[in-house]
């Protein structure tokens, strides 16, 4: 094949699998979050289990392995399109509907590599991937990194239907370029993408991750993982036109700094975070490079196999980090990204000696992977410049209006991601202090969304967050009135599966400051009380709210509060036991509270109406003491 063939062919190629990344990516992210309901009603070991059964859907596309080349491509369009339609069209998403869709769209992209040609495919991959995740992001950041499949409507159903329409056609244009004219599969490159997806899942296409690391107004979080992608398309660049390391030393050099950063990525915050990613993202990209090099001589089916492997690599490497959570793993979590970037280190390393790069591929290939991040970049400076102002704050009357809330992420018990509806409940209530509970950043089990950039971007009130399981999750207070800092900080351990935390600011009014507390408790936790009470202190006004975890028989924990001077609001309301839980399990199922100072009159107490968690946002408007 002649070099203009070629270049045509890889760019063709290039375009494909970027879009069907696009495309992929949301059905793969429908899954976390039905995975999570099932670990948080049954065990989260089964939810895993169920999870690695179905990353190994590639497998089921070996009945296709003698088709012809064109018709395994339009399957691969079929099952891909199929699956992202069908989790957008079907609202809230079945569990059954997660799972097959997941698994389709494993099965489609399978299929639609194997139809492309497994070198001209591979080959290109790193440039694919990197366009493809950089286009996933810029989807995702005009509403925040709330995506799309989890809105309903004409406008996100005629996006999806776009996305896959313009998958087909492109797959119709690359499928009549000529066959690669060298015989082979790189499966290395298969196998280095499950670590390498991790890795972006989790930190490097992270939009919360970069957020809550920084932190950084979500603008910066953009710039961020935008910075990456270009970075991560140069190095791959650099790669092509000078050729990639001749010997095994810099390549296993390559591999530690890659396993070294990725293991230390966890534990940094602030400029050392960012920097971090950016090193991380050019040599995940230069591993992946090496690997995709590699030319092996066997049977398509050697293909699934690599492609199994990769999967099921992505999500046991992802679930042992959400897991570490929950339930605490024998080592320290930072092992997981490490290992990730082992692998990748490793794979390239073991490439070394294999095939040789192609000119007229890459110039093709790194052209149109140019234009693609270029399109993302235009996205994310468009949504900076018009990303919303934040309101200013003044001072208020002597009447505060606060709302708890814990929001469990958006996740509804339906397994749907509704940021919107979270935020319309706190809009309802027309609130002066917002204190949320559980707010994910990034988690992949909520979705990968940042819930906090999304509220920010909807109320446009200036927070306060403060991490509680890690980084990604957490407390916040947004507020309309000035607030200062009081405390912030973890809580004693008490023998729950997540570590907890509290948040104190004082707001203005125009009566004084009013000490708003916010805190996430485990259930019947004497020592966090203790420890929330004495970090608080007994600054009047004051109020203390949030999941408290605690039931009104509770009488020694509930003492502990009365005896610090605090009045129950909605025992004070006239009705103890109104539920505050979205799917009571008992006649007086209240495990959110808001306590307050005798000195603070309560003119009004309510609960509001479900959505988007297992609990309902509490409402209390006080007044303040003349």
């Known amino acids: 094949m002649g070099t203009s063939q070629a270049t045509r062919a890889s760019a063709a190629t290039v375009v494909v699998l970027a879009l069907a990344i696009v495309v992929v990516a949301p059905v793969a992210r429908v899954l976390f979050p039905r995975l999570y309901l099932v670990g948080e009603g049954s065990s989260f070991v089964a939810a895993g289990l169920i999870g690695l059964v179905v990353y190994c859907a590639p497998i089921l596309a070996w009945p296709f392995l003698r088709l012809p080349p064109r018709v395994s491509s339009l399957l691969g369009v079929?099952?891909?399109?199929?699956?992202?339609?069908?989790?957008?069209?079907?609202?809230?998403?079945?569990?059954?509907?997660?799972?097959?869709?997941?698994?389709?769209?494993?099965?489609?992209?399978?299929?639609?590599?194997?139809?492309?040609?497994?070198?001209?495919?591979?080959?290109?991959?790193?440039?694919?991937?990197?366009?493809?995740?950089?286009?996933?992001?810029?989807?995702?950041?005009?509403?925040?990194?709330?995506?799309?499949?989890?809105?309903?409507?004409?406008?996100?159903?005629?996006?999806?239907?776009?996305?896959?329409?313009?998958?087909?056609?492109?797959?119709?244009?690359?499928i009549r370029a000529p066959a690669v004219d060298r015989p082979g599969i790189a499966g290395a490159a298969l196998r280095a993408t499950g670590p390498f997806l991790m890795l972006q899942l989790v930190f490097l296409q992270n939009l919360g991750w970069a957020g809550s690391s920084v932190p950084a107004a979500f603008p910066a979080a953009v710039a961020i993982v935008l910075t990456g992608d270009v970075l991560a398309l140069g190095v791959v660049t650099v790669m092509w036109v000078r050729g990639r390391p001749t010997s095994v030393g810099p390549a296993a050099l390559l591999a530690a700094v890659t396993a070294i950063v990725a293991y230390a990525l966890p534990g940094l915050r602030g400029s050392a975070a960012v920097v971090a990613v950016l090193v991380l993202q050019g040599v995940a990209a230069a591993c992946l490079a090496i690997a995709a090099?590699?030319?092996?001589?066997?049977?398509?089916?050697?293909?699934?196999?690599?492609?199994?492997?990769?999967?099921?690599?992505?999500?046991?490497?992802?679930?042992?980090?959400?897991?570490?959570?929950?339930?605490?793993?024998?080592?320290?979590?930072?092992?997981?990204?490490?290992?990730?970037?082992?692998?990748?280190?490793?794979?390239?390393?073991?490439?070394?000696?294999?095939?040789?790069?192609?000119?007229?591929?890459?110039?093709?290939?790194?052209a149109t992977s140019a234009v693609l991040v270029g399109m993302a970049v235009t996205v994310g400076t468009v949504t900076a410049i018009a990303w919303p102002r934040l309101l200013a704050a003044h001072r208020g009357g002597h009447e505060v209006t606060i709302v708890s809330f814990n929001v469990r992420g958006g996740l509804g018990e339906d397994g749907m991601l509704d940021a919107d509806a979270i935020a319309d409940s706190i809009a309802a209530a027309e609130p002066d202090?917002?204190?949320?509970?559980?707010?994910?950043?990034?988690?992949?089990?909520?979705?990968?969304?940042?819930?906090?950039?999304?509220?920010?971007?909807?109320?446009?009130?200036?927070?306060?967050?403060?991490?509680?399981?890690?980084?990604?999750?957490?407390?916040?207070?947004?507020?309309?009135?000035?607030?200062?800092?009081?405390?912030?900080?973890?809580?004693?351990?008490?023998?729950?599966?997540?570590?907890?935390?509290?948040?104190?600011?004082?707001?203005?009014?125009?009566?004084?400051?009013?000490?708003?507390?916010?805190?996430?408790?485990?259930?019947?936790?004497?020592?966090?009380?203790?420890?929330?009470?004495a970090a608080v202190g007994e600054e009047t006004p004051r109020t203390?709210?949030?999941?408290?975890?605690?039931?009104?028989?509770?009488?020694?924990?509930v003492g502990r509060f009365v005896s610090a001077g605090l009045v129950d609001a909605e025992g004070a309301s006239g009705d103890p036991c109104r539920t505050t839980s979205a799917a009571p399990t008992s006649s007086c199922d209240r495990p959110d509270w808001i306590w307050v100072s005798p000195d603070l009159k309560i003119a009004r107490f309510a609960t509001g109406t479900p959505s988007a968690s297992d609990h309902l946002p509490v409402i209390v408007t006080v007044l303040m003491p003349a």
């Open 78 to 174: 079929i099952g891909v399109g199929g699956a992202r339609l069908g989790v957008q069209l079907v609202h809230p998403v079945p569990a059954w509907l997660a799972v097959g869709a997941t698994a389709a769209a494993l099965v489609g992209t399978t299929c639609l590599i194997l139809g492309l040609g497994g070198v001209r495919s591979l080959r290109v991959l790193p440039l694919a991937l990197v366009a493809g995740l950089a286009l996933d992001a810029a989807a995702r950041i005009p509403t925040g990194s709330w995506e799309l499949v989890w809105q309903a409507g004409p406008v996100p159903e005629a996006m999806a239907v776009g996305s896959v329409a313009a998958l087909g056609i492109a797959t119709v244009l690359a």
């Open 293 to 366: 090099v590699r030319v092996e001589t066997g049977s398509a089916l050697r293909t699934l196999a690599s492609m199994t492997v990769g999967a099921v690599g992505f999500l046991a490497l992802a679930f042992l980090w959400q897991l570490d959570v929950v339930r605490p793993l024998p080592f320290a979590r930072a092992a997981v990204p490490g290992l990730a970037g082992l692998w990748l280190g490793a794979t390239a390393v073991a490439s070394m000696g294999r095939g040789s790069a192609r000119e007229g591929i890459a110039r093709g290939a790194l």
């Open 544 to 557: 203390i709210a949030g999941d408290l975890n605690m039931k009104t028989t509770d009488t020694a924990n």
């Open 433 to 533: 202090v917002v204190l949320l509970q559980e707010v994910a950043r990034g988690w992949p089990v909520f979705g990968q969304d940042d819930l906090l950039a999304r509220l920010t971007q909807r109320l446009r009130l200036p927070y306060r967050f403060e991490p509680a399981a890690d980084g990604q999750f957490g407390n916040v207070i947004l507020s309309r009135l000035p607030m200062t800092p009081v405390a912030a900080g973890p809580l004693p351990e008490a023998g729950g599966s997540q570590r907890r935390s509290f948040l104190a600011v004082a707001v203005a009014t125009a009566r004084g400051p009013l000490l708003v507390a916010d805190a996430h408790l485990e259930s019947g936790s004497s020592a966090q009380i203790d420890a929330l009470l």
